[in-house]
Structure formats: structure tokens, C-alpha cells
């Protein structure tokens, strides 16, 4: 199971006024265990208040180096982002998981031509994959669809305007403000018309090799459903989802008995009851048991753990393909058991 290690803050960035870039410095004993794809996520653990914090933020900087960087936005009060944006120095010591994530690009020398459509901090593994892109093929190319509320809330705008600078006729990026008419930016948010402004006019004659959506969970339907009514396929659109609706909501009302969980853990087993309206997260996290999370919302994999007895539900379900759920993984953060007996193992996945 994977550790937290204590990593350094080396730089912050100021990116808008609400969201910092921040860079850890990697030692070199850690190089290979911070080695990351582009797209992958690091988990930050910190306590607030006398609160365990964790969140997780993906990587916008390229592999192979000395220094992770990720994109911070200020999203709430007294949280993590609010004190990474308002607290957080240089020198400062963070608990860090290894990377993770299945949102990537693996940079191979084959020739690729790929589009993207981020909105918000959904930019930040953008910055990765399109960076790999780039730099893996002289003659890869890469088109973005960017949504913010104005140019001055455009998380990594100047690093986009270079990007255009260092690649042209390879790097296409078309800005769209909701709330503000600027120069060189689409107006309104992303919808179909932009969707197909960016692939059936701009770019129409191109064969894209894939599809990286990253942001709400509104704007990666609406782009995901006008792809595939362009005749995508499935397999060549890759989502993340920055935030989820709320599940509660729609977990069993009441509890139709309890179930006796047996959990494995770093080659431990721990037993447990909980309610069958219960998330099974939940239930171990309240045990003391150190079971690996992060987003506790479904839009990460941290979570995910193997079914070796029994059968869970999910509410909700944005990550795993229909093979692995077949074979018994599940994200413990969106599954209630629906049997009398449950085990679930977490080193097996």
C-alpha cells in the first residue's frame, strides 16, 4: 500500500488571484517513487484545525524531473485550498502520497494529434498530458478548449500563451470567458457550438487519436455526448471529473440488517459491522483503519479495492470499465454491501 513521504515546498506561483501553482522538490531517493504519467494526481495529507485533511491534486509539470508541481484553486474556507493559497510558504514540509490516477497520456514517439476540453482548475492535468504531447513527437499536435469566467481567472494562462509560442502550428488553444467579451476569447461557457467550432471548423480535417475532458461533471457530459453523436468512439474519449453530485441522496433510506465486513489491508484483516445504507469507506474510516482515500467523491481511484466475498452497490460509478467491475473492483467511497457478509481487499488491486 502506498505511503505518504514528507516533501518540500521548493516554489508557489501565484497562477489568478484564488489559485497558486505549488512545487515540491523530490530527493533522489524518492525520484523513482514519484516518477509519475502525465495526468496522474498526487494526495496531499495535512492537519487543519485538529483535522486530517486530504485532498488530491493532479500534476500540471512534465516527468523525468527533480520537482512536482500542482495547481491549488481556492475552493473553500478553513480547508486545505484555502490554506495553500493564503498560508503555505516555501520550506514548508507536506505529506505527499505517490502519484496515481488513470487520466493519462503515456508519451510514445508514434505520432499523435489530440484535443482536450478542461474548464477551471480541470486544466491542471491538461498541462501535463498537452506538455508530453508535445515535447514526446516533432510533429504531435495538440488542441485545447479552455472555459474560465474571464482571462485574469484562467488558471496557467501565460504558460498556455508560451506554449503557443514555443509550438506553432502545433498548439491550438481557444479561450472562453463566461462572464467577460475579451479580445481572442470565445464568450459563454462550453457548449455544443464550441465543441464542434474547435473540430468541425478549426480543425475538420483532422483525425484526432483521442479525447481528454477534465472538469464539472456537466461540462464532461455535454462534451462527451457531442463527441459520440460525432462518431467517436468510447474508447478514445478519457474524462476526470474535478467535481461530483452528491450521493447520499441516493443510498437505501434504511438499514435492512447489517453486514459483518472483513477488510484486508497491507496484509492485515480487521472486522467490522456496519449499516447496509452505509458507504463501506466510511464505515472502515470510522474504525481507525488506514484505508487509502482522498476525494471520498467517486472522482478519484484511490479508493478502489477488490470484492473477494459478498457484493457491494455502487451509487455511482466514473472510473472503473465494465471489465474491472467484473472482476470485483469497486470505489469503496460510492459502495453499501447488499449481503449479510462482505470482504474487501485492498492490496489486490
Known amino acids: 500500500m502506498a505511503q505518504f513521504h514528507s516533501l518540500t515546498v521548493k516554489n508557489i506561483r501565484q497562477l489568478t488571484l484564488n489559485s497558486v501553482a505549488i512545487s515540491f522538490a523530490i530527493p533522489k531517493e524518492l525520484l523513482q517513487t514519484f516518477d509519475f504519467i502525465p495526468g496522474q494526481y498526487i494526495t496531499i495529507k495535512k492537519e487543519i484545525k485538529g483535522k486530517e485533511l486530504r485532498r488530491a491534486y493532479s500534476i500540471s509539470s512534465l516527468p523525468k524531473s527533480d520537482t512536482i508541481t500542482i495547481g491549488v484553486k481556492k475552493v473553500d474556507k478553513g480547508g486545505f485550498s484555502d490554506y495553500a493559497n493564503t498560508k503555505l510558504k516555501v520550506g514548508d514540509i507536506l505529506e505527499v502520497m505517490p502519484p496515481e490516477g488513470r487520466f493519462v497520456f503515456s508519451p510514445n514517439p508514434n505520432p499523435k494529434k489530440m484535443a482536450a476540453f478542461a474548464a477551471g482548475s480541470g486544466i491542471t492535468p491538461i498541462m501535463s498530458i498537452a506538455r508530453s504531447v508535445l515535447k514526446s513527437n516533432a510533429t504531435n499536435q495538440f488542441v485545447l478548449v479552455y472555459g474560465n469566467k474571464s482571462t485574469e481567472e484562467t488558471m496557467f494562462y501565460t504558460d498556455l500563451v508560451k506554449l503557443e509560442l514555443d509550438y506553432p502550428n502545433r498548439f491550438f488553444v481557444y479561450f472562453t470567458n463566461s462572464q467577460a467579451r475579451e479580445t481572442d476569447s470565445l464568450f459563454g461557457r462550453i457548449d455544443i457550438s464550441t465543441v464542434n467550432y474547435a473540430l468541425k471548423n478549426k480543425h ?138 462482505l470482504k474487501v481487499d485492498y492490496d489486490d488491486v
Open 204 to 341: 475538420k480535417n483532422v483525425d484526432f487519436d483521442g479525447y481528454y475532458l477534465c472538469g464539472p461533471e456537466a461540462m464532461i457530459n455535454l462534451v462527451s455526448d457531442t463527441l459520440h453523436e460525432n462518431g467517436v468512439p468510447s474508447d478514445k474519449i478519457h474524462f476526470e471529473l474535478f467535481t461530483t453530485t452528491e450521493i447520499l441522496d441516493e443510498l437505501p433510506e434504511t438499514s435492512d440488517g447489517k453486514t459483518a465486513v472483513t477488510v484486508v489491508l497491507d496484509d492485515e484483516e480487521f472486522e467490522l459491522s456496519m449499516n447496509r445504507n452505509e458507504l463501506v469507506l466510511d464505515a472502515v474510516l470510522k474504525q481507525n483503519i488506514d484505508a487509502p482515500y482522498s476525494c471520498q467523491g467517486g472522482v478519484c481511484s484511490s479508493c478502489i479495492a477488490r470484492v473477494t466475498e459478498g457484493k457491494v452497490e455502487m451509487v455511482k460509478n466514473q472510473i472503473l470499465t465494465d471489465g474491472e467491475i467484473a472482476e470485483g473492483l469497486v470505489l469503496t467511497c460510492q459502495s453499501h454491501p447488499v449481503t449479510a457478509t
